[in-house]
């Protein structure tokens, strides 16, 4: 691969930002700004470390992680609107940088003013912006507002607009941060399309996105922040998993709090340590979705009674590690349907055997037609750190068009008057 074919090249780039212990500590350092900073004034917070990717002309980049992971100082480093503590960014092709909402537009000046002021800002000239602003109009559909100054704007309008001129000034390369996020859902199914035509037509994207399936849907590449650490990068699907197991177990701490069972100290101390334990302990053998008399399927009906059943064998032969045991379900797509675990159950953590079998019931399956598949998984005594997991394969359900969507809910229809 030649160097023109790469967009952005990110090497090694960490983010260190200064906190004053003292406001009188900040105030000393402005009268020493010719010195470097007097670390004894400050506390050091690393908010990236050591994070390195590319990516290819026209391929798009999700990037996710919670909030403070250091998902918008990225984009800025990208963006050329902050600079790095080490570690370079290379960028080949004119960026439009779509970061904070209200960035980039004067707020006294009126919509169409500002369209105007931002072509500028990329070199395009007044004449080339009378071409182009009736689409960015068409797009943005904010009506008269646009002859209005934009701090009358709602932040739904705000974004309308801001997104509607960066994908209009033939960007090569177009960054996104969440601003999308405060559209309504119009909008958004609208910045997709926006989205797949940019790039079908070459333009790199990069998008901060708390949305996992958006970078599933959308995304060609992931990149999964944690605390200012590169977590996952590659395939969206193995990333944006490995995320949603993060909220889960995150939600897992929280409601292990809530309860009074952990210290929010305990939790934030697990929250640390909570990727995947290391070294294989534990195997997944044998998944298998059975029906109610014991016979493998690979299809079958709504309503039916349904087995999901796996073998474990625990490698290390230890029973020191308790484990809980955890099923997630999936439409073929990856979208997350629903998952549950042992714990949640009520069921205390196991002390395994060298082998074992775990069997989950689900009668009436509520299901509707569709493509499915579960993931089992072995985790430890809390729920939280994975010692193992496995899916099915894929498996159909089909209805007798009793409805349509995902599931189908019990009820009783009442019909009054
Ligand atoms: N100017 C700054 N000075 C000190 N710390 C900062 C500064 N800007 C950001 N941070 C810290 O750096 C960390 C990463 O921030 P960043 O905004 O990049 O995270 P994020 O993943 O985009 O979060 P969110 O999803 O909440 O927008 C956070 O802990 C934040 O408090």
């Not at 960490?14 to 400050?42: A, G, H, N, T």
């Not at 993060?246 to 101390?269: F, P, T, W, Y």
């Amino acid at each position: 691969m030649s160097i023109n074919d790469i967009a952005v090249k990110v090497e090694s780039i960490s983010k260190c930002y200064y906190m004053y212990q003292k406001p009188e500590d900040r105030l000393k350092q402005m009268f020493l700004s010719r010195f470097p900073i007097e670390k004894s004034f400050v506390k050091e917070f690393w908010a990236l470390r050591d994070v390195s990717f590319e990516i290819k002309k026209g391929e798009t980049l999700g990037i996710i992680g919670r909030n403070g992971s250091g998902k918008s100082t990225l984009l800025q480093l990208i963006a050329n609107t902050l600079s790095p503590t080490s570690g370079s960014v290379r960028v080949n092709g004119r960026v439009s940088a779509l970061l904070e909402l209200g960035s980039g537009f004067n707020p006294e000046f009126t919509g169409r003013e500002n369209v105007y002021l931002s072509g500028s800002i990329y070199g395009i000239s007044k004449s080339e912006m009378d071409m182009k602003i009736g689409e960015i109009l068409d797009f943005a559909d904010i009506g008269e507002f646009i002859d209005q100054p934009v701090k009358t704007f709602s932040s739904g309008m705000f974004a309308r607009l801001a997104f509607s001129v960066a994908i209009n000034v033939d960007p090569d390369i177009l960054i996104v941060d969440e601003i999308l996020a405060v559209g309504d859902s119009a909008f958004q199914a609208k910045c997709n399309r926006a989205f797949h035509k940019l790039s079908d037509e070459g333009c790199t994207v990069l998008l901060v996105t708390q949305d996992p399936y958006m970078v599933r849907n959308f995304c060609s590449k992931a990149l999964y922040l944690k605390k200012g650490n590169v977590i996952s990068y590659g395939n969206p699907t193995a990333v944006t998993d490995k995320y949603l197991r993060e909220i889960e177990q995150a939600q897992s701490r929280d409601m292990a709090v809530e309860d009074g069972l952990i210290s929010k100290e305990q939790a934030q101390e697990m929250d640390l340590n909570s990727d995947l334990v290391e070294g294989p302990i534990f195997r997944i053998e044998d998944v298998k979705i059975l029906d109610a008399n014991y016979q493998p399927v690979d299809k079958f009906y709504t309503g039916d009674d349904i087995i999901l059943q796996f073998k474990y064998l625990n490698l290390a032969k230890s029973t020191k590690e308790k484990v809980v045991f955890v099923f997630s379900l999936y439409r073929h797509d990856d979208f997350y349907i629903c998952g549950n675990t042992t714990l949640m159950d009520g069921l205390s953590p196991f002390t395994p055997k060298n082998e074992g079998i775990v069997e989950v019931r689900f009668p009436n399956i509520r299901l509707l037609s569709g493509n499915y598949k579960f993931r089992v998984a072995v985790d430890d005594e809390r729920g939280i750190g994975i010692f193992t997991e496995a899916f099915t394969k894929p498996f159909e359900v089909e209805d007798n068009f009793e409805a349509v969507g995902l599931i189908n809910l019990e009820r009783n229809w009442e019909v009054k008057g």
